[in-house]
């Protein structure tokens, strides 16, 4: 069994930073890569970002591409999200989640997904 605990979220002006953590317990998800989805009022889940645990290999959708940044302390089984240069369309409720591969979670596959964090952007 697996448990993921975000961490971070909460009110910024347009321009400002947040970042997000996202801490994984059991042996289970501690093999898998982990990333981060959003999910705005009335709009689908979107894919953020996602890194693999073992090679570090990351990817982000292009939304945040260059403001953005995902880290891993494999020694904290947490995982970061750093956002910079927000804006208002990035309010949403942020889920980290842990899937096989960081390409399985792009497609919105992932085997466990957190409680979820607020991310409101103020313009």
């Known amino acids: 069994q ?17 970042r997000l953590s996202c801490t994984a317990s059991g042996r289970t998800v501690g093999r898998f890569a982990m990333g981060w989805f959003r999910q705005a009022p009335g709009k ?13 290999t990351t990817i982000y959708a292009d939304s945040v591409q260059g403001r953005f940044t995902i880290s891993r302390d494999n020694a904290k089984n947490t995982v970061y999200l750093q956002m910079n240069s927000l804006k208002s369309e990035d309010t949403a409720v942020y889920y980290c989640a842990a899937g096989g591969s960081v390409y399985l979670l792009r497609t919105n596959e992932y085997n466990y997904r957190g409680q979820g964090t607020q991310v409101t952007v103020s313009s």
């Open 44 to 56: 689908e889940r979107e894919f953020v970002s996602a890194i693999n645990w073992g090679d570090g």
């Open 2 to 18: 697996g448990l993921l605990a975000e961490s971070g979220g909460g009110l910024v002006q347009a321009g400002g930073s947040l």
